[in-house]
């Protein structure tokens, strides 16, 4: 059974810094996307940030371009994202999506039926 857990969140001050991580299991592929996802409260869920287990290539929103960094670790199936200069906007429950049957080139930073499964999201609040 395909889990996914998340965790890292929590209350910082603008200008400061969280990590989330993001754990898989249940599988055995070795080749997927993994997105990071945000909602906030009375939004519809965007896309934060993406990779792929197999290249290092990375994508990003623009919103988060150049303070959130993701990263992965394939032998722990466990994904990063560290978030820097934290800003009021960007305070949001985050979620961690797994596309386990890739069929495009990319990952995609819009949460929809490509990715497979999800967690249960983790609470990022960013106030002082």
């Known amino acids: 059974q395909v889990q996914i857990v998340e965790s890292g969140g929590g209350l910082v001050q603008p200008g400061g810094s969280l990590r989330l991580s993001c754990a898989a299991s249940?599988?055995?592929?070795?080749?997927?996307?993994i997105g990071w996802f945000r909602q906030a409260p009375g939004k519809e869920r965007e896309g934060v940030s993406c990779?792929?287990?197999?290249?290092?290539?990375?994508y990003y929103d623009g919103s988060v371009k150049g303070r959130f960094t993701i990263s992965r670790d394939n032998a722990k199936k466990t994904v990063y994202l560290q978030m820097n200069n934290l800003k009021p906007e960007d305070t949001a429950v985050y979620y961690c999506?797994?596309?386990?049957?890739?069929?495009?080139?990319?990952?995609?930073?819009?949460?929809?039926?490509?990715?497979?499964?999800w967690g249960q999201g983790t609470q990022v609040t960013v106030s002082s």
């Open positions: 990779i792929s287990t197999t290249d290092d290539r990375s």
């Open positions: 249940g599988f055995s592929y070795d080749y997927y996307y």
């Open positions: 999506g797994i596309d386990l049957f890739p069929f495009t080139p990319s990952c995609a930073l819009v949460p929809d039926k490509r990715y497979d499964y």
